[in-house]
Antibody, heavy 119, light 111 residues
Framework: QVQLVQSGAEVKKPGASVKVSCKAS????????MHWVRQAPGQGLEWMGM????????SYAQKFQGRVTMTRDTTTSTVYMDLSSLRSEDTAVYYC????????????WGQGTTVTVSS | QSALTQPRSVSGSPGQSVTISCTGT?????????VSWYQQHPGKAPKLMIY???KRPSGVPDRFSGSKSGNTASLTISGLQAEDEADYYC???????????FGAGTKVTVL
């Protein structure tokens, strides 16, 4: 079945970096865009950016530009989200989600990865 | 890019209808027919309920419907059921660097 499986929870200190993975299965990896969305405790959803697994092109939300890097490995059908210079406000659940065609909605989501930033 | 504006909460009795609004600008909701809606139960990942303003993915009950007028999109839940109690988020394609923008979320309570 179609699924996205994310890496486990992380605890990081302020100023560090975190890399979250999202492994896709059950569909053609390069045929769907992949988004990253985060949700701080008790807050709403926030779009971080997206990657086209076919060519590797990326688009990042202005808020995260310079701090986020999204990559993919087509041999393992995995996308990665690297966030640097972490601060306490980055404490959140991070989700990957796929989208079939540009702008048509994210139809499959990963289970979420909790990232806690604390000294 | 500012978040889309949604009411913080709406409520209704079982069997009634509720409508959630999602207001943006001509650079997002009003400019493109790429509005989607997500349902999120506590501790769970979001679930796609509506895409392309008014289309329902396979498996989503036809009690859920979407529409758009100008810069405001809407999600209507007809025949409200207990399992519909959740948070709902709208999302739109947006021009510029931030290509997607979410609403702040609406909590639907079934009385």
């Amino acid at each position: 079945q179609v699924q996205l499986v994310q890496s486990g929870a992380e605890v990081k200190k302020p100023g560090a970096s975190v890399k979250v993975s999202c492994k896709a299965s059950g569909y053609t990896f390069t045929s769907y865009y992949m988004h990253w969305v985060r949700q701080a405790p008790g807050q709403g959803l926030e779009w971080m950016g997206m990657i086209n697994p076919s060519g590797g092109s990326t688009s990042y939300a202005q808020k995260f530009q310079g701090r986020v890097t999204m990559t993919r490995d087509t041999t393992t059908s995995t996308v990665y989200m690297d966030l640097s210079s972490l601060r306490s406000e980055d404490t959140a659940v991070y989700y990957c989600a796929r989208e079939a065609n540009y702008g048509t909605g994210m139809d499959v989501w990963g289970q979420g990865t909790t990232v806690t930033v604390s000294s | 890019q500012s978040a889309l504006t949604q009411p913080r909460s709406v409520s209704g009795s079982p069997g009634q209808s509720v409508t959630i609004s999602c207001t943006g600008t001509s650079s997002d909701v009003g400019g493109y027919n790429y509005v989607s809606w997500y349902q999120q139960h506590p501790g769970k990942a979001p679930k796609l309920m509506i895409y392309d303003v008014s289309k329902r993915p396979s498996g989503v009950p036809d009690r859920f419907s979407g529409s758009k007028s100008g810069n405001t999109a809407s999600l209507t839940i007809s025949g409200l059921q207990a399992e519909d109690e959740a948070d709902y988020y709208c999302c739109s394609y947006a021009a510029g660097y931030t290509l997607r923008v979410f609403g702040a979320g609406t909590k639907v309570t079934v009385l």
